[in-house]
Structures are given as C-alpha cells and as structure tokens.
C-alpha cells in the first residue's frame, strides 16, 4: 500500500510563487517516477511535470517550462513542485502522483498512484 500525501496549495496573487510538497509512504518501488498533473474546474486532468527516481529524467507540460521545477529527495520519497510567475490559468487541484517506470509519462494511466490533491488558486 502506497500513499501520497500533498501539501503547499494556497491562494497567490499573479506573479508570485508557491511551493509543492508530496510525500511517499508504504511500499514504494525501486524504479519510481514522481510527478504533478493538474485539474481545473470542467477540464481534463492534465499533467504538468515529472521527474525520474535518478533525477536524470525531467518533462514539463509547454506551459509551465521555464517557470516551474520539478525536484525530488530520494532519501525522503518526497517530491517538489517550485512554481513561479503563476498566472491565473494556473488555478487547478493539483495532484502528486507515482508510478512504477523509468522514464516520465504524460498521461495519467501511466502512474500507479495519485494523492488527494491541493487546491491552487492564482488571483488576477
């Protein structure tokens, strides 16, 4: 049994920054991609950015690259999201999320795993 825990979310004005937290607990694999997909009201989850267990491996959505990164601590199954310059189309629940693969995914039936998700919210 595995579970992601969020933490981070928070209201922030235009332009301004926010840092996001996931942590792994249970029985989590030795080849494991952490990661963040998105979900604002009446759209699709998309994803946003995710990072492989040797941190060599990175991929963000278009969107977000250049203005958010991704990081990991290995030793304390935690993932980051450094989110920076956020617009108000960045508003969405966003959803930590793991898998077992050696290479980042994109959609969301390549990860195993999924957190409750925490609410951003970016005001104009």
């Known amino acids: 049994q595995v579970q992601l825990v969020e933490s981070g979310g928070g209201l922030v004005q235009a332009g301004g920054s926010l840092r996001l937290s996931c942590a792994a607990s249970?029985?989590?694999?030795?080849?494991?991609?952490m990661g963040w997909f998105r979900q604002a009201p009446g759209k699709e989850r998309e994803f946003v950015a995710a990072?492989?267990?040797?941190?060599?491996?990175?991929d963000y959505t278009p969107s977000v690259r250049g203005r958010f990164t991704i990081s990991r601590d290995n030793a304390k199954n935690t993932v980051y999201l450094q989110m920076n310059s956020l617009r108000p189309e960045d508003t969405a629940v966003y959803y930590c999320?793991?898998?077992?693969?050696?290479?980042?995914?994109?959609?969301?039936?390549?990860?195993?795993?999924w957190g409750q998700g925490t609410q951003v919210t970016v005001s104009a």
């Open positions: 990072i492989s267990r040797t941190v060599s491996n990175t």
């Open positions: 249970g029985s989590t694999p030795s080849t494991w991609v």
């Open positions: 999320t793991a898998g077992a693969r050696t290479v980042p995914g994109r959609l969301p039936p390549d990860y195993d795993y």
